[in-house]
């Protein structure tokens, strides 16, 4: 029997295993301004990228229980790797035994289906973090809605620690951009469309732009995923009905709550504030 009680209303739940869920956040909030949000950030245990498939599934599980214990009947997975690892069995195995009534969503499938009408040449590149990479999400994601598209990607182990260590705008981050770039047009030179498969990259934007040839797209996920939200609620009234709308946001940190607060000025450009939590 589910242990959780149906009927509650509350936030809309955001995880992510560090910051970069941030930018997801900070685009959903800006398309969906009248709607309440909490952010869980499990800080203390990123990065999640290069952890295996149990321990993702473990951390995220965790990450999701708490959130609606705290009476989210929505979770948005703005991670990844989250979701290429864990979404499929929370939504399949746990779900029913939690609560039926509640959802969890992630960020591949709203990105993968912004695709098909991006690329021309059919040939697109993913750059994310190993665990994203290696689970082929992305591929899998795309072939389901546009057989005809060619995916590569490319691992980029050295973009989150260049993002959480602040030294995303330094000359030192050029190497490692043009690094990855370089390897991902190498496997392909068709590529027109490159997706950022972590919610990290987008503060890296002005160098890979600086290092992507012009002419290839270059999607972030933020715009898609909060497009994607919206239109999910439009037609999940029910789920809608429970989430509260007074333009509220919190924070939610397993780290330092100033650690946290001066990393999450950097994604957001703004003061919040934050409590710290425990998971597991």
């Known amino acids: 029997m589910p242990y959780l009680l149906n009927k509650i209303k509350g936030p809309i739940g955001v995880f992510d295993s560090g910051y970069g869920g941030l930018t997801i956040l900070k685009e959903i909030r800006k398309q969906m301004p009248e709607y309440d949000f909490l952010y869980l950030g499990d800080n203390a245990r990123t990065p999640y990228g290069t952890r295996s498939f149990e321990v993702v599934y473990e951390f995220t599980l965790q990450a999701v229980v708490r959130l609606f214990e705290l009476g989210c009947p929505l979770v948005i997975l703005a991670c990844n790797t989250a979701s290429a690892k864990a979404l499929r069995s929370i939504q399949q195995n746990d779900l029913p035994y939690l609560d039926s009534s509640r959802r969890v969503l992630g960020v591949i499938r709203p990105t993968a289906e912004s695709i098909g009408e991006v690329t021309k040449s059919r040939h697109v590149g993913i750059l994310a973090t190993s665990g994203t990479i290696n689970s082929g999400s992305y591929p899998m994601e795309i072939k ?12 980029c182990p050295m973009w989150v ?3 959480e260590n602040k030294e995303f705008g330094s000359d030192g981050a050029d190497y490692f951009v043009k690094e990855y770039i370089d390897k991902l047009l190498e496997k392909d030179s068709e590529i027109d469309t490159i997706v950022l498969g972590c919610t990290h990259y987008p503060l890296l934007i002005d160098k890979i732009r600086k290092f992507t040839p012009e002419g290839i797209k ?4 933020g715009e898609y995923v909060a497009e994607s939200l919206k239109d999910y609620l439009r037609r999940h009234k029910e789920t809608d009905s429970r989430c509260t709308k007074s333009g509220e946001c919190q924070f939610l940190t397993t780290e330092s709550v100033e650690k946290f607060k001066e990393s999450a000025s950097i ?12 998971l597991g």
């Open 144 to 155: 389901k809605l546009y057989p005809d598209i060619k995916v590569t990607g490319v691992a």
């Open 161 to 163: 620690p260049l993002v």
């Open 218 to 221: 270059i999607i972030t996920q």
């Open 267 to 278: 994604f957001l450009h703004e003061d919040v504030s934050v409590r710290s939590i425990t």
